[in-house]
């Protein structure tokens, strides 16, 4: 099983990104997946969640301007980041769970990608 994050980049105060999450070795559609993200200097956060069953849920600080989506059939869940600020700086990371929850504990993820660094800059 291997997830590649990608899509990262340098990008200004109030542009978009988006991000892929492309998995292999396993059937997507029977996982939840998770963005997480790690600011210089602080711990791993989770920011949006989708889940098995189509729900989603976003933590506050992202909250209608990301947008996570996933096309099952391509093995790929993107984060479309829009309205990007300063602290939205970080490497961000994607993970899967065999739970159908939107869970913020890093433990209930069993795989992970690299992940990819977004740096917001003027």
């Known amino acids: 099983v291997q997830l590649q994050a990608s899509g990262g980049g340098l990008v200004q105060p109030g542009g978009s990104l988006r991000l892929s999450c492309q998995a292999s070795?396993?059937?997507?559609?029977?996982?939840?997946v998770a963005w997480f993200r790690q600011a210089p200097g602080k711990k791993r956060d989770w920011i949006v969640c989708?889940?098995?069953?189509?729900?989603?849920d976003y933590r506050n600080p992202v909250r209608g301007r990301f947008a996570v989506s996933r096309d099952n059939a391509k093995s790929t869940v993107y984060l479309q980041m829009s309205a990007l600020k300063a602290e939205d700086t970080a490497v961000y990371f994607c993970?899967?769970?065999?739970?159908?929850?939107?869970?913020?504990?890093?433990?209930?993820?069993?795989?992970w990608g690299k992940g990819t660094l977004v740096t917001v800059s003027s």
């Open positions: 993970a899967t769970s065999t739970i159908d929850l939107c869970v913020v504990e890093e433990d209930y993820y069993n795989h």
């Open positions: 070795g396993l059937a997507l559609d029977s996982y939840s």
């Open positions: 989708s889940r098995k069953n189509g729900e989603k």
